[in-house]
């Protein structure tokens, strides 16, 4: 008999062990995820992200996790593209999920992106990668999102794994469409009622269950240094203003995924700006972004003081023979 593939053996594996839904073995069972976003942006990273996508695969995630920006800022944002990125995130080996980025939908009006209507491109990305009820990949994750008034924002997921409430909100870069003028625009509105309500409801959800942690993710970076001085943060002072308060009144431990400005960092940046104090119980950590290819291992420890262990895998593409 052949000896099987990496990804077949990787694949045998994960259903062998029982891995595909370590939410199953208990809030006193660690397990780990992936982390990456801000790519592929060229020809080089569409070319590896596949190798990239493989060395995930080979490890016995429980999720893996795209912080958004799934193409260049000049790059055309046209159905053909996000149909390509769909079908290569399909063969994600775990679970797949995507936080919505700026270049896929909020700038796609630009000339070089197409001219698109953006509020036209969001829907196109909720059909595509939002699918209802389960997340992407060749393993399925059962998610929440959200119903009654909010049902259309289907983009926004969340779902509880051992002792950890997973919470994705479309939150982009570019200011968070805040829009041209000085005063924000409707959709930045719309949305910001929604971001506004499935925060609160997964912090309210995680206390109910004396969860230990909590991951948030979004696309954008927020602007943590500039809200720290008191400085009024454009898009997105509201979610910070928000952030502070639904981490101070937590006991666990927050991490907060975001891209966006590609300089991967692990720090603790929240700090409250009517106190000046540091919130110490939260830690962001901004994934790898273009030109540099990567991913975060994170390792979740049921009982352990820090909860979450972040092990960085930078990427260099496999010597040729």
Not at 14 to 25: I, N, Y
């Amino acid at each position: 008999m052949s000896s099987c593939t990496a990804r077949f053996c990787a694949l045998l594996a994960t259903a062998l062990l029982g891995l595909a839904s370590p939410a199953s073995q208990g809030a006193d069972a660690p397990y780990r995820f992936g982390v990456f976003g801000d790519t592929p942006y060229n020809s080089f990273e569409r070319q590896h992200l596949p190798e990239l996508l493989s060395q995930m695969d080979q490890q016995p995630l429980a999720v893996v996790i795209h912080d958004g920006d799934i193409k260049s800022g000049g790059e055309r944002c046209d159905d053909r593209l996000l149909d390509e990125r769909l079908a290569l995130f399909q063969t994600s080996l775990h679970p797949f999920v995507l936080s919505a980025g700026d270049n896929e939908w909020t700038d796609c009006h630009r000339a070089s992106n197409g001219g698109y209507d953006p509020l036209e491109r969001l829907e196109a990305l909720r059909k595509r990668f939002y699918p209802q009820g389960h997340t992407l990949g060749q393993t399925r994750l059962s998610v929440r999102q959200p119903e009654g008034e909010f049902a259309a924002y289907r983009e926004f997921v969340a779902w509880t794994m051992g002792p950890v409430e997973f919470i994705i909100l479309n939150l982009p870069g570019s200011e968070n469409n805040f829009g041209p003028g000085t005063a924000p625009g409707a959709e930045h509105l719309a949305r910001s009622r929604v971001i506004r309500h499935w925060l609160a409801e997964g912090f309210a959800r995680a206390r109910d269950q004396n969860l230990q942690g909590i991951v948030v993710v979004i696309q954008a970076n927020p602007e943590f240094e500039q809200f720290a001085k008191g400085q009024k943060v454009r898009g997105y002072q509201a979610f910070l203003e928000q952030l502070v308060s639904e981490t101070e009144h937590f006991d666990g431990e927050v991490l907060l995924v975001h891209g966006d400005t590609h300089w991967h960092r692990i720090d603790r940046p929240l700090v409250n700006p009517r106190t000046g104090l540091q919130i110490g119980n939260l830690i962001r950590l901004e994934t790898y972004g273009s030109p540099f290819m990567g991913w975060v291992e994170v390792e979740v420890r049921p009982g352990q003081r820090s909860l979450f262990k972040l092990t960085p895998h930078p990427f260099s593409p496999p010597a040729q023979p």
